[in-house]
C-alpha cells in the first residue's frame, strides 16, 4: 500500500495530488521490465530493439524471442529472455538493481551476445570474449575487468583492451583477476576493444533495420497475458491440498483485506512443492518437458471441518507432519496449469523395490508416472490413484481453511 502525504496550496495542486493517490492505490498488473543498465554499451540499442519488437506486438519474422516471469502475488514481472535472429543472439538475465518496496530484483539486463564465432559474455566482475575456432570448435577467452567511472559512479566497462587468459589460470568463477605485467605478453595476447564493439554494433543496427523495415501495428496486443480462460471441470469440484501456518496465516489475512500483506504475498497458495519428475532427463524417456516443473500437489475428495486431517491422503506426496498442519480448500476459478497424473503408475513398480536393480524400477516408476500427466480440461477419467499437480498461483478466492 502506498500511502501519500499531500499539503496543497490551492485546488489545482490538490486534484493533481489526488489523482496520483487513486493510481498508486490501484491493483498494478505484471511490469514489463526493459534492459536500462549502463554497464554495457549495448544495453541502450538492446532497449531499442525491444521497444521496436513491441511495437510489432512482438511478430518480426525470422526473429525469435523468448521471454520470462517471475515474482508472485502483486509483484510480478516479465522481461524479453532472448532474441535470435539476423546473425545476432541476445541473452537477457543479468541483475541491474534491487526493484524498490519488494524483494525482487530487476534481472532484464543483457549478460551475453553471439555473432558467428565470437560470444561476448558478463561473467561476474569480467565482461569476456570468447573465439571460437571453425574447424575443431575450440576457443580461445579474454577478458576485460568491470571498473567503476570516476565521474559518475556507475560500473561500466571502458578498458581499451580485452586481455587474453591462460585456460590455465582461468578459474571457473570468473572472479581472479590476472596480473597483467606477469601473466600477459600486451603485444600479442589481446584484443582491441573498439574493434570488437563495433564488429557487434553492426550486427545490433542490421537487427534493428530490419525490424523496423515493418509496420507497426495499430492495434496492438499483449501477447504475453493474451491467455484464453480454460473453465474448470464440473466434476473437480473437490481439490483439497496441505499448508502450513504460515500459508494459513496469509490465506485469512488476505480473504479479509490483502492490503495487510506485503504486495509479494497477495496470494492464496503457489506451486513450490516437488516436482512430478526428478532429474532424469536422458533421450528416449517421452515425458513430457512439464513433468519436471514445481506443482503444488493436491488430492481429490470431500472434506469436512470435523475430519482428522491424519486420514486425508494426497497420492504420491508426504505431508511434513510437523508444520503442514492445515487443511485448505480448492476451488479453481479456471483450469489454466492445473494438471492430473496417475500415482498408481508409480507403485506398480515399487512392488519390485526391494529386488537387485532398486534403482532402476524406482526409475521406471517415476518415468511411468511422468507419462500420464494431463491438463485437466483434457482428462477423460481411467486414473486409479489421480493426484492433481496446480502450476499457478491461486488467488484468495479460490482457497478455503478449512481445518
Not at 496469509?250 to 496470494?267: A, T, V
Request: proline fraction near 4%; charged fraction near 25%; glycine fraction near 6%.
Amino acid at each position: 500500500m502506498i500511502k501519500l502525504t499531500i499539503t496543497y496550496y490551492n485546488v489545482k495542486s490538490f486534484k493533481v495530488a489526488r489523482f496520483i493517490l487513486v493510481i498508486c492505490s490501484k491493483k498494478r498488473p505484471m511490469r514489463f521490465l526493459y534492459p536500462n543498465s549502463k554497464t554495457l554499451i549495448f544495453n541502450d540499442i538492446c532497449n531499442t530493439i525491444i521497444k521496436e519488437l513491441q511495437k510489432r506486438n512482438w511478430s518480426v519474422p525470422n526473429i525469435n524471442i523468448h521471454f520470462c516471469k517471475y515474482g508472485s502475488g502483486r509483484q510480478k514481472f516479465k522481461y524479453v529472455s532472448s532474441i535470435d535472429g539476423c546473425g545476432l543472439k541476445i541473452n537477457f538475465g543479468r541483475i541491474q538493481r534491487k526493484i524498490s518496496g519488494g524483494v525482487y530484483n530487476d534481472i532484464a539486463g543483457v549478460i551475453g551476445i553471439s555473432i558467428n564465432q565470437r560470444t561476448l559474455q558478463i561473467q561476474d566482475k569480467d565482461l569476456i570474449i570468447y573465439l571460437y575456432t571453425e574447424n575443431n570448435g575450440s576457443r580461445s577467452c579474454y577478458y576485460q575487468e568491470l571498473i567503476k567511472d570516476p565521474r559518475t559512479g556507475i560500473e561500466i566497462f571502458v578498458g581499451d583492451f580485452f586481455y587474453f587468459i591462460e585456460r590455465t589460470i582461468f578459474t571457473s568463477q570468473y572472479t581472479k583477476k590476472l596480473d597483467v605485467e606477469k601473466n600477459i605478453d600486451k603485444d600479442t595476447k589481446r584484443l582491441e576493444a573498439k574493434q570488437v564493439f563495433n564488429d557487434f554494433k553492426k550486427h545490433f543496427e542490421n537487427m534493428l533495420d530490419i525490424i523496423r523495415s515493418y509496420p507497426i501495428l495499430k492495434n496492438r496486443t499483449e501477447t504475453l497475458d493474451s491467455k484464453e480462460v480454460i473453465p474448470i471441470p464440473k466434476e473437480f469440484d473437490s481439490i483439497f491440498c496441505f499448508c502450513d501456518n504460515y500459508d494459513a496465516i496469509c490465506i485469512s489475512k488476505g480473504k479479509i483485506d490483502p492490503k495487510q500483506l506485503h504486495p509479494s504475498e497477495c496470494y492464496g497458495l503457489t506451486s513450490a512443492g516437488p516436482p512430478l519428475m526428478y532429474s532424469i532427463k536422458e533421450k528416449g524417456y517421452n515425458v513430457p518437458i512439464i513433468a519436471y516443473e514445481s506443482f503444488l500437489w493436491c488430492g481429490l475428495g470431500k472434506v469436512t471441518k470435523d475430519m482428522q486431517i491424519s486420514r486425508l491422503n494426497i497420492p504420491g506426496y508426504h505431508r511434513i507432519v510437523s508444520s503442514e498442519n492445515h487443511v485448505v480448500l480448492i476451488r479453481p476459478n479456471r483450469a489454466d496449469d492445473i494438471y492430473i497424473a496417475d500415482q498408481d503408475e508409480y507403485e506398480k513398480y515399487q512392488i519390485k523395490i526391494h529386488e537387485k536393480n532398486q534403482s532402476e524400477y524406482y526409475s521406471r516408476g517415476l518415468i511411468a508416472r511422468a507419462r500420464t500427466i494431463t491438463p485437466i480440461y483434457k482428462y477423460k477419467g481411467g486414473f486409479v490413484k489421480p493426484v492433481v499437480l496446480i502450476k499457478r498461483e491461486l488467488s484468495f478466492d479460490e482457497v478455503e481453511i478449512i481445518i
